[in-house]
């Protein structure tokens, strides 16, 4: 089982860097678009650069919109940010001082996070117009189960947390170690594998449609306005 688990470990490692490498390429495609756009009349670049940003951070189109999902969507992804803060102990030795401070936040983030997907969920099911597709649905429900078993672990069923360092050092270093006899954090551990590859599309193509957004309601409230 161990073994196996390895296998998987560097398969999705590969896949991950190849779909980072192909995201990438799409990148640098939509930012030499981007930066041949003329910007709207009346709109500096550095007020469309400074609403994007805002946009990104704070999620404000979402808020204007829909702000009972915008708590937990902010909540959730404010938490996740600290959550793997938290986990880079486990893949760094020796463990950077900036890392060790966010600990008890990565603690506390931890329930947030579980939490907030379950509101998030509740405010979609209940939500009238359905916007959210089934591979959506699945991505949070792996997060949640992940959150879930973490905490699980956290409170019941502790794992060696020595043994879960050596196990995935082991990896990083391409000298497997034993699989730490826990079933919760095989299941955390094989959930996260099977998260991992659709962590690059959210990434790269965030911030070009947070982007493209922007210039487009900027373009509309100009019109509007000089109606």
Request: with cysteine; proline share 5%; aromatic share 16%.
């Amino acid at each position: 089982m161990g073994m196996l688990l390895v296998i998987i470990a560097y398969l999705v490692y590969t896949a991950f860097w190849v779909r980072i490498s192909l995201h990438t390429l799409i990148w640098l495609k939509s930012a030499r678009r981007l930066i041949s756009y003329r910007p709207v009349s009346g709109v500096t670049p550095l007020s469309a650069f400074g609403g994007s940003v805002l946009d990104l951070l704070f999620f404000r189109r979402l808020f204007e919109s829909n702000k009972v999902l915008w708590l937990g969507s902010w909540a959730f992804h404010v938490s996740f940010l600290f959550v793997i803060l938290r986990h880079l102990k486990y893949f760094l030795n020796p463990v950077p001082g900036c890392i060790s401070c966010v600990q008890p936040l990565g603690i506390v983030a931890g329930y947030i996070l579980t939490f907030s997907l379950l509101y998030v969920v509740a405010v979609r099911l209940t939500a009238r117009t359905k916007y959210v597709s089934y591979q959506n649905y699945f991505v949070l429900g792996l997060l949640f189960f992940i959150g879930a078993s973490g905490l699980t672990m956290r409170n019941f069923f502790k794992p060696d947390l020595i043994d879960v360092k050596n196990f995935v050092m082991g990896i990083i270093a391409f000298r497997p170690s034993a699989l730490p006899g826990n079933f919760f954090f095989v299941l955390h551990f094989s959930l996260a594998l099977l998260l991992i590859p659709y962590i690059p599309f959210h990434i790269f193509t965030a911030p070009f449609i947070t982007i493209e957004a922007r210039r487009r309601q900027q373009g509309l409230d100009l019109v509007m306005h000089d109606e």
